[in-house]
DNA sequence: CTGAAAGCGCTTACAG
DNA sequence: CTGAAAGCGCTTACAG
């Protein structure tokens, strides 16, 4: 900047004026400073900025991966809103695991985001003080937390279950299953064993039986973790109507082991999901799922972060349950 | 900081000290520190570290998309290598726009990454210059650029489109087609296209016809694009015998096509694809396709920045071809 | 082993 | 409309 100024013939305030706010500055004096900042290829340091305004422009943004296209989605929300607002998001991803996000969380602090955006619900007691302390805002998404930290955007897994297990038993099923990861495994899908506490419970309401809801094998859930669970329910309990897998991708999985095993779905077995992603609007017979509206859901955060950076006020925490919505294609049928 | 020092009655420079290197420090006084910022809850800020050390620990990584498989897993192969030695990603992507390539290049170079990591081969006059002026190490990866600006770890899509081609020639068919995007959307997925180059001339070597070689629909490709273009190529192209796909995305979304036009892979035609996707090993039948090793990519890239960073000397640009591996699963047949 | 001084490259808050 | 001074919260480079 120092080599702008003098390049420019004005002092170095007058460049940092010139680039924050051009109105500010006389034209003749602002295209001088123009000139000398292509001239050089300068770029100003915002670490430098950001110390001296105790603005950082950092959002930090922790997702449980970034190879799950929901969350992707989530971060493409986030990015479109935030586009033009001069933020920059700060990613990190935890594989699924507390301690990791915890540490995370930490490296974040560490950077000053002027707010944190995470998948909610599951923190540990240290992450939660850690957040609480941070004295920004704190935005819980995804998950809908019972006691949420401060603002919360996303929708109740539990309902996902309970919604998934209604669909089946309206449709005049009775033996009906659910496949999901163990939650003994090294790393624990908290979700996806949200969704099957819920479709548990609908079943117990319902007084059906709940042996056709297995836990196999470790998160995260996968094409091929869906194959494996699918034929060790089938298995063990063979005359299983319909499945409800904790996600889209072991549900295309499933019905992909379907296939291997020539049971036809959905004749033999009705199979349906979670999460709405690409791949089951695009097998045979197109996937039957809930959808939640992940992009939607980055935009709204996003923008409710513009909203909340620019004001003075502290709003008083809100949550926004963005619902869901079975999509009805042709892995179901009634019974 | 200061209300450290000042309840463990040190100086800043102590607190300083026992954070970055606790070794320097008394164990008596050390103690008293830590205590100190444990009771506080005391996490230092990285923005004055950065400005006050000229180091500020960000390597920038650029890539098209978040939502493809490879890529994720290229991000996370770098965070792998990276862990332990503090070093924070900053991951920007371009949404395969030049433009925002452009844009996106002067937001991370005002945060002072230390290293720049980026898909290569295809930018801007403009980003090409930034680039060689940052005066940080710049890794292209992915694509392997014919004039690396600087390092480079990847492979060559020309040769992949030529090694997918010449895989067909030998396995005897002579009526050979590929499906991908159109270069002319508004996006180009250059990677994509320059297979199609590839594969083109190995059919053009071998003297068959290239009238089976389709563009079609837009960039990116997906299943959806896929299924479609595969259906435009055997409308115009009844006869066909073996399709290349620029994506194992679009090759399912071809498989599931076929599918529904009752077409029987690979008795009838054979199908294979690139980037060996999870999907592509679930559908029946599964798929052919060529591997690249992401992951270890982004691990290679890692451990090269490490060691690039820890010493003072510029050593010479290198240029690393982790190659490419066809897999042979079920899609493909002899004629 | 510990501390006082200077400074990183900007912006804030004044002054003129 | 423009500039000189002070300071953001750390680390570097000395000194003792």
Redesign the pocket.
Known sequence: ??D??RLA????????????DP????????DKVFKAVADLG??????????????TGFIALMLPTLTNANFAAVAHGLTDALRGADYHLLIAYTDYDMAEEERQLRNLLAR?PEAIVLTGAMHRRNASRMLMAADVPVVEIADLPSQPIEHAIGFSNYQVGRTAARYLLDRGFTRIGAIAASPEGEVTDHRGEERMRGFEEELRLARRSTDGVLRHGTAPVSFHHGAAAFRALVEQQPDIEAIFAVSDLSAVGAVMEAQRMNLRIPQDISIMGFGDFEIGREINPALTTIHVDFHALGLRTGKMLVDLLASDATPAPSTVDVGLRIVERASVRDR
Chains 1, 2 share one sequence.
């Open positions: 900047m120092r702008v100024s013939g004005v002092s170095r305030m007058t460049v940092s004026r010139v680039l924050s109105e500010l500055v006389l034209p003749t004096t602002r300068y770029v100003p340091d915002k670490t430098a900025g950001s110390l001296s305004s105790r603005r000053r």
